[in-house]
C-alpha cells in the first residue's frame, strides 16, 4: 500500500516564476494604462498575482501583496496626483487587495495546516502497517478482490502486494471454495480463529486469523489479519507425541499388574495353592509397581528440568 506524503512547498523556484512574470505583467499593464488615463480595467488582473501569492506564500504572500498595492497606489498617485478623487478610489482598492489576501492566506494556512496533519497520520499508519508482526490483507467484500496487504503478510504468503492485488482470495491465499466464504457466504463470525493460509509454494500455514468489517461510504472492506503460529502446532505436537509417550510408559505397567493381579485372584480361589507361587507372584508385582514409579519420577524428572515440550500449566499440575 503507497502513501503519497506531500513535501512542503513543492516546485517553489517554478512558483516564485510565474509569480514574478505575472508581477511584471501587472506592473507594466499598470503604467501603460494609467498613461493611457486608463483608470479601472486593469485593477482586476492584480487579483491573479494576489490570490497566487496568497495562497502559496500565505504570511509572505500577504508582504508581497503589501509591495504590490504600495507599487499601484504610488503608480496612480504619480499619473493622478491632481486628482485626489482617483487616489482615494485606488486607496480603497488597496485596501480590498490587502483584505482578499489575508483571507487567502488565512484559509491556505488552514488547508497546509490539515494536510500536514493528514500527511502525519499517513506516515504512522504507513509505519503500523509496515512493521506490525502479523500478516494484514485488505479484501473487497463484494468482488473478494485483494486490495493491499502488508510487508508480514507477504513474507507469509511468499507473494509481492502487486502479484496479490487485483486476484481473488479464493484459492489464492484461503482455502475455501467461492462460494463458501466463511464470512459473507456462511456466515460464520472468524474472530482468533485457527485457520489455514495458502503460501506460494503451496505450503498450508496454520494461522490464528481474525476478520473485521470496515465501512467506507458505501463500500464494504474485510480486513483480515492473522499469525503464524506453525511454531506453536510444532510445540503441541511434540508435547502430544511426549504424552503419547509418557501414558504408554505407565499404563503398559499397570495393565500389567492387572493381569496379573487377577490370575493371582483366581490362583487364591482353589484350595491347592502354593504359598511359594504366590509368594512369587507378588514380588513380581512389586516389581511391575517399581516400574511404575520410576516411570512416574522420570516424568518428574522432566518437569524439574523444565523441558521445552511440556507447557508451564502441565508443569504446574504435575507438581501436585
Not at 502430544?240 to 493371582?264: F, G, H
Amino acid at each position: 500500500m503507497e502513501f503519497a506524503i506531500q513535501q512542503k512547498w513543492p516546485g517553489t523556484p517554478a512558483k516564485i516564476a510565474v509569480l514574478a512574470i505575472l508581477t511584471l505583467f501587472v506592473a507594466l499593464l499598470t503604467v501603460f494604462s494609467l498613461a493611457n488615463n486608463v483608470q479601472i480595467v486593469f485593477t482586476h488582473l492584480y487579483y491573479v498575482p494576489i490570490l497566487i501569492a496568497a495562497y502559496w506564500f500565505d504570511r509572505k504572500g500577504v508582504l508581497f501583496t503589501i509591495l504590490l498595492s504600495a507599487f499601484y497606489l504610488g503608480a496612480v498617485y504619480t499619473f493622478s496626483s491632481h486628482d485626489m478623487q482617483l487616489v482615494s478610489a485606488a486607496a480603497a482598492r488597496v485596501i480590498v487587495f490587502i483584505g482578499i489576501s489575508l483571507v487567502i492566506a488565512i484559509l491556505s494556512i488552514t488547508i497546509k495546516k490539515q494536510q500536514d496533519e493528514i500527511s502525519q497520520s499517513e506516515e504512522r499508519f504507513r509505519g503500523v502497517w509496515e512493521s506490525i508482526q502479523a500478516g494484514i490483507i485488505l479484501v473487497d467484500a463484494k468482488t473478494h478482490m485483494i486490495l493491499a496487504a502488508n510487508p508480514q503478510a507477504q513474507r507469509m504468503t511468499g507473494f509481492s502486494e502487486t502479484e496479490m492485488a487485483g486476484h481473488l482470495c479464493h484459492k489464492f491465499i484461503c482455502p475455501a471454495e467461492e462460494g463458501k466464504c466463511p464470512i459473507c457466504d456462511l456466515g460464520l463470525k472468524v474472530d482468533r480463529a485457527e485457520r489455514i493460509l495458502l503460501s506460494r509454494d503451496g505450503t498450508k500455514v496454520p494461522v490464528l486469523k481474525t476478520v473485521t468489517e470496515m465501512q467506507v461510504g458505501e463500500d464494504k472492506y474485510y480486513i483480515e489479519n492473522f499469525i503464524d503460529i506453525t511454531p506453536l502446532k510444532d510445540a503441541e505436537n511434540t508435547l502430544l507425541a511426549y504424552l503419547r509417550e509418557s501414558t504408554l510408559r505407565i499404563r503398559n505397567p499397570i495393565e500389567l499388574v492387572r493381569d496379573n493381579l487377577q490370575e493371582l485372584q483366581d490362583e487364591l480361589k482353589r484350595r491347592d495353592t502354593n504359598p511359594t507361587y504366590i509368594a512369587t507372584a507378588l514380588a513380581i508385582q512389586e516389581k511391575n509397581m517399581d516400574g511404575i514409579l520410576n516411570n512416574l519420577q522420570g516424568l518428574e524428572r522432566a518437569v524439574a528440568e523444565k523441558r521445552t515440550e511440556i507447557p508451564d500449566a502441565l508443569r504446574e499440575y504435575l507438581k501436585r
